[in-house]
């Protein structure tokens, strides 16, 4: 059974940071590129950041460039998300997925790209 599994949400006050932890399961995460999208209430799911299947290609939406880093650990099925200098606008629903693929370069950017999803984690920034 595939498992894509977030932590490491939870609430900060504006101006901080968190660091956000995906585990997949092996095959898949070895197999896949992986990336973190969001989900504001009342908004469409957006791409934040994404992470080629080798690790060496890390990209990012406009509006967390320079604040958030991606990272994954191929050795731990694990992919990170470190985000600092957190705004109000950050506050969201924030899900890891992973997109199969035999490339190791390849960088997605859509939803519709990716074939497993966890079940989301919630960031909330308070201004």
């Known amino acids: 059974q595939v498992q894509v599994v977030e932590s490491g949400g939870g609430l900060v006050q504006a101006g901080g940071s968190l660091r956000l932890s995906c585990a997949a399961s092996g095959r898949i995460f070895s197999d896949s590129a992986m990336a973190w999208f969001r989900q504001a209430p009342g908004k469409e799911r957006e791409f934040v950041s994404g992470?080629?299947?080798?690790?060496?290609?890390?990209y990012y939406a406009d509006f967390v460039r320079g604040r958030f880093t991606i990272s994954r650990d191929n050795a731990k099925n694990t992919v990170y998300l470190q985000m600092n200098s957190l705004k109000p606008e950050d506050t969201a629903v924030y899900y890891c997925a992973a997109a199969l693929t035999q490339s190791w370069t390849i960088r997605l950017r859509q939803s519709n790209e990716y074939n497993y999803w966890g079940q989301g984690t919630q960031v909330t920034v308070s201004s």
């Open positions: 992470i080629s299947r080798s690790g060496a290609y890390g």
